[in-house]
């Protein structure tokens, strides 16, 4: 299993992102997949998932500004995040594992083995 994650980058509040994860060496459509983040000094936090089914889940701190979607034909899963606050600014990590459909909200890190390296994003004026 090989997952990328890139896109990040220096954004002002209020601006976009788009962060890409691409996935490798395995069948795609068996997997769900999770966007996690980790700002310095803090513990690594669930912030979407999507299962194989198509399901989403988001931390509350980010419902209604992040959107997740997954792209079985190139093996993609992305993140598009609006409205950029300060305290996005974190490393953001792309995860995978073998959860089926009505697995729920997987927002816990320990919840996935596969991980890939992250990407900085900083919201910062």
């Known amino acids: 299993v090989q997952l990328q994650a890139s896109g990040g980058g220096l954004v002002q509040p209020g601006g976009s992102l788009r962060l890409s994860c691409a996935a490798s060496g395995f069948d795609f459509d068996r997997y769900a997949f999770g966007w996690f983040r980790q700002a310095p000094g803090k513990e690594r936090e669930g912030v979407s998932s999507?299962?194989?089914?198509?399901?989403?889940s988001y931390a509350n701190s980010v419902k209604g500004r992040f959107t997740i979607s997954r792209d079985t034909t190139n093996k993609m899963v992305y993140l598009q995040m609006n409205s950029l606050e300060p305290e996005d600014t974190a490393v953001y990590f792309c995860?995978?594992?073998?959860?089926?459909?009505?697995?729920?909200?997987?927002?816990?890190?320990?919840?996935?083995?596969?991980w890939g390296r992250g990407t900085q994003v900083t919201v910062s004026s």
């Open positions: 999507i299962l194989r089914d198509g399901y989403t």
């Open positions: 995860a995978a594992d073998t959860w089926p459909p009505g697995s729920g909200a997987l927002l816990l890190p320990r919840l996935f083995a596969s």
